[in-house]
T-cell receptor, first 115, second 118 residues
Framework: KAGVTQTPRYLIKTRGQQVTLSCSPI?????VSWYQQTPGQGLQFLFE???????NKGNFPGRFSGRQFSNSRSEMNVSTLELGDSALYLC??????????????FGEGSRLTVL | AQTVTQSQPEMSVQEAETVTLSCTYD???????LFWYKQPPSRQMILVIR??????QNATENRFSVNFQKAAKSFSLKISDSQLGDAAMYFC???????????????FGKGTTLSVSS
């Protein structure tokens, strides 16, 4: 079974631009969550989607948004990029079974650099 | 709000030795999950071990075991017979409310980088 796939793996943007990151969960997993990882702040929860609905949201500004499609694939968007948005963005998926036990399956991440 | 603290930014161990990584957390809830995740240099995070707060018995997975002290809000990870492949960043994580209805959001500590020498 294929794991969580994130695209693109690396990208470079300039301040003020916007970016869209994509995540394909493990087949059958309906929950997708996003995390931002930086050296200073560590891993911080962005949001979670389940069956196309946002179920949970972290403490991030409205520039960060996401959505989930009917096939459970998810995208996150960051508008008006700032230097501080440079980070590794991790996507994680879980099934109803694994979600009940708390296990998340992570992708390798998308490394965003904002210049 | 719940918090997770890992007080050891870096740890080192020699092959075949035992190392313990520390984690403390703060919560007012009585039911929750605790996890240790491993993030090797390739970056994909994987689950090492999980502990349900209502279980008194400490979880064990092969060479990995935890010391869960609920009253002290402490959750340390012991790695026995350390191997070169154990070198990674280790994150302690907390999840409130095991009910799947509440979502799966994790609160992570800042991580401990473990190096293993031969």
């Amino acid at each position: 079974k294929a794991g969580v796939t994130q695209t693109p793996r690396y990208l470079i943007k300039t301040r003020g631009q916007q970016v869209t990151l994509s995540c394909s969960p493990i087949s059958g997993h309906r929950s997708v969550s996003w995390y931002q990882q930086t050296p200073g702040q560590g891993l911080q929860f962005l949001f979670e989607y389940f069956s196309e609905t946002q179920r949970n949201k972290g403490n991030f500004p409205g520039r960060f948004s996401g959505r989930q499609f009917s096939n459970s694939r998810s995208e996150m968007n960051v508008s008006t990029l700032e230097l501080g948005d440079s980070a590794l963005y991790l996507c994680a998926s879980s099934s109803r079974t694994s979600g009940n036990t708390g296990e998340l399956f992570f992708g390798e991440g998308s490394r965003l650099t904002v210049l | 709000a719940q918090t997770v603290t890992q007080s050891q930014p870096e740890m080192s161990v020699q092959e075949a030795e035992t190392v313990t990584l520390s984690c403390t957390y703060d919560t007012s809830e009585s039911d929750y999950y605790l996890f240790w995740y491993k993030q090797p240099p390739s970056r994909q995070m994987i689950l090492v071990i999980r502990q349900e707060a209502y279980k008194q018995q400490n979880a064990t997975e092969n060479r990995f075991s935890v010391n869960f002290q609920k009253a002290a809000k402490s959750f340390s990870l012991k790695i026995s017979d350390s191997q070169l492949g154990d070198a990674a960043m280790y994150f302690c994580a907390y999840r409130r409310d095991p009910s799947n209805q509440a979502g799966t959001a994790l609160i992570f500590g800042k991580g401990t980088t473990l190096s293993v020498s031969s």
